[in-house]
């Protein structure tokens, strides 16, 4: 139970456009959705937090205009990656907190994106 | 600032042995302390999670142990086995600097792998 589906998980885009990526809550309602990014052989860094209904919140020196969040609805939201550029090149993962375990988190597996 | 880190960086053993694997943090006032393995390409799976309050926890050939005060933490495996081949996240929950009570501030992990 608990499961975050996350698509796609692996992408491959042109330099300039843009990459949506989408993470479901299956069994669960995720009023909360956390968005990290993690670059070669580098801890996972939080990009931004968004809030069903509500605007994210995006950590420090992420570019909110570039990193679009929706969280539209209790089971679904989406980051996208615009006007990407080889350096967004990176694993993207999200995560929801986990309903039934207190402190607890469940993780999407991530997307690998490529930008050429 | 949290910041967390992970020692080794990298552990190569053959199996059967047991293992131990280091976490440090540098804020103490944390909610809690967790253990996730990652597969390539994948997301997390949470293995071990401990409370500030705690000293250490168990889950079958796993056991964490946590020293608040010091800013460490261990994840001890017994008769390791090849399909314990991962990296080994820590993050840490909460802290003085200003991180909310759902953030998790990830150190950089451990490639663990498990020689047959």
């Known amino acids: 139970g608990a499961v975050v589906s996350q698509h796609p998980s692996r992408v491959i885009c042109k330099s300039g456009t843009s990459v949506k990526i989408e993470c479901r809550s299956l069994?669960?309602?995720?009023?909360?959705m956390f968005w990290y990014r993690q670059f070669p052989k580098q801890s996972l860094m939080l990009m931004a937090t968004s809030n069903e209904g509500s605007k994210a919140t995006y950590e420090q020196g992420v570019e909110k205009d570039k990193f679009l969040i929706n969280h539209a609805s209790l089971t679904l939201s989406t980051l996208t990656v615009t006007s990407a550029h080889p350096e967004d090149s990176s694993f993207y993962i999200c995560s929801a907190p986990h309903p039934l375990q207190t402190y607890g988190y469940t993780f999407g597996s991530g997307t690998r994106l490529t930008v050429v | 600032k949290q910041e967390v880190t992970q020692i080794p960086a990298a552990l190569s053993v053959p199996e059967g042995e047991n293992l131990v694997l280091n976490c440090s943090f540098t804020?103490?006032?944390?909610?809690?302390l967790q253990w996730f393995r990652q597969d390539p390409g994948k997301g997390l799976t949470s293995l071990l999670l401990i409370q500030s309050s705690q000293r250490e926890q168990t889950s079958g050939r796993l056991n964490a142990s946590l020293d608040k005060s010091s800013g460490r933490s261990t994840l001890y495996i017994a008769a390791s086995q090849p399909g314990d081949s991962a990296t080994y996240l820590c993050?840490?929950?909460?802290?003085?600097?200003?991180?909310?009570?759902?953030?998790?501030?990830f150190g950089k992990g451990t490639k663990l792998s498990v020689i047959p």
């Open positions: 993050a840490v929950q909460g802290g003085h600097s200003g991180a909310g009570s759902y953030q998790l501030t």
């Open positions: 804020d103490s006032a944390i909610y809690n």
């Open positions: 069994d669960f309602q995720a009023t909360t």
